[in-house]
DNA sequence: CGACGATTTGAGATCTTTCAACGTTGGTGG
DNA sequence: CCACCAACGTTGAAAGATCTCAAATCGTCG
């Protein structure tokens, strides 16, 4: 961590990087961003099922996850919930909306959540210091619409079983990015529940349910007491099913 | 226009808003970035069907439409393609990810377009000095994450008929955004195609008819020629079906 | 144990796709 | 002016995918 007091140092805004690298080319550092919010950040624990933050909510933080799993859902009048986003640890979230503007969407934790979450105002203030972080915001948006488009595309353009295999790989990388193969920590169950599965990939839960079934007499995956398990020798047989490789930018961003 | 000549005046970089105004809050101005993209940009006509730029390739230019309409669009190996978001009169588009990283989506004309289109590297150039242009990219990409997560939840969610609804009307207001109702400029025909509908929906152009034959038998809608028009008494009738006040960053941003 | 939430199963209803054929339109060349 | 062609829209019927409903099972927690 190497930003400094801002109160300290204002002489340091003309010393700041050219305009050629505050843009949306070059290479942006997350990880100084998670760094600030790490040190930061309030930390906070949530229950599974409980919203970090609602639609129509004004969301004033920035938020890393520490451990658990947290989704960004749209729910409407009649009760329908869609799934928007998975985050998983290590990952930023927020609404980045302009200020004072309520959010379209909630944030729910699909697991109990443990995360920091750091104030946007507090976010600003470094900020004058170090205006990279807007860089890195850019980039985070940058991922939230690559996902959004890779759904799009996995829910228009597919079958039941695709959209299946589909998510389940990208949940399984998401759980495991970063954690080596042979590693203690690497999982292969996912511990998220049909039901938000099925939301994110706009089924049924009954419906999933006998599309897992038969994916399991295929032999691709394990069910355990309703929990799904991916072997590391069948991700690649789930990820030929859905044609994995053609969303570069799940390799891009994870 | 109030932007200054790059070359000539590099010590203005001390003389920049501060950072709280390069970020994620505060308001946006899209009109200048549009008079920059008008006046330092190229020209040109586009046939409909043909690419402005397609998926793989490295998009190095900013649009903006004059005339004529632009979808993003993913294609698969076999075929299938996915409308992911509309662009009308007066829009500006680009994939904004990192400079010389392959976009994941193409920029496909759904009628015969007349758009502008300045390079990136100019638009940095001009940056150097007006960096609040930024802020412009930045309220763009927002725009997009927005439609993307509509277009998931109406895609996710939803039959049909109420998918239909939506997204006619999204395309009705887009054809007619910022005219009057009286001017003899509004209109009340959708010039895009029943296919390039059907694959903005997820559905097939065959079922999309359906839908439309039984969304005109209802007198909700007319349909000449193949063309749909949607009388503006009724507009109001479509926009109950699809429950469109729920999408409120439609008026947001459009 | 009892209550609750989640998963599982089966069967029928409904939605959506596929296939195949036909109609219309607009452009092109003779 | 006409014949022809390609692209798009339209229609009907059968096949397939998905949803709904209802009931059973299972695991967890108090």
Known sequence: MHYQNPTTNLSNLASRPDARQLDFSGSWDIDSLK????????????????????????????????SGCVAFT???????????DFFYRESVFSDLTEDSRPTTFSAQCLLDTQAYALSKASLR????????????????????????YDSLYNI?????????AFTLCKIFDG????IDVDSARFDCNIPIRQ???????GV?????????????????????KGTINININNIKILKDICNYEEFSSIKRFI
Chains 1, 2 share one sequence.
């Open 156 to 164: 228009g353009c597919r079958h039941g079983v695709e959209r299946v």
């Open 204 to 224: 049924t839960p009954v419906y999933l349910n006998q599309i897992l079934k038969s994916l399991k007499e295929d032999g691709v995956i394990d069910i355990n």
């Open 35 to 66: 760094q600030i919010i790490l040190e930061e950040g309030l930390r906070s624990s949530i229950q599974r099922g409980k919203f970090v933050f609602r639609q129509g909510e004004v969301v004033d933080k920035i938020y890393l996850i520490q």
């Open 195 to 201: 039901i938000d599965i099925a939301d994110a990939i």
């Open 175 to 178: 759980f495991n990015a970063g």
């Open 125 to 148: 203030r470094i900020a004058t210091i170090t205006p990279e972080i807007f860089q890195t915001l850019n980039s985070l948006m940058l991922r939230l619409l690559s996902q959004a």
């Open 74 to 84: 749209r729910h409407c009048a009649e009760g329908h919930r869609q799934v928007l």
